[in-house]
């Protein structure tokens, strides 16, 4: 059973430990119960919570107005929730 994530009828709720000024913006391994996301934004003035917003709208095919931070808005551990993903990055089942 994986624990990084979970479904609330169409909402998924993601827990991911973000990575700023990576070389590139890539879904990454899973540590404990996390999914490290890299991202290229620097972690200054809100820059990475707006880039980790965009990258993870676009991965699971929604608005980014559909992504929000639930928890974690200050550090790298981040509880977000996606609304309605129409596409789901690897390793992330839709509820049955």
């Not at 934004?41 to 929000?68: I, R, T």
Request: proline share 5%.
């Amino acid at each position: 059973m994986t624990t990084f994530y979970r479904w609330e009828d169409e909402v998924l709720h993601l827990f991911v430990r973000v990575q700023p000024k990576a070389s590139r913006d890539e879904f990454a391994e899973v540590q404990e119960d996390r999914i490290r996301i890299r991202i290229t934004a620097p972690p200054v003035d809100g820059k990475a919570n707006a880039h980790l917003l965009k990258f993870v709208a676009k991965a699971c095919g929604v608005a980014k107005a559909n992504v929000q931070i639930k928890n974690g808005e200050t550090g790298r551990n981040k509880h977000l929730c996606i609304e309605s993903p129409v596409c789901l990055p690897a390793g992330i089942e839709k509820a049955g």
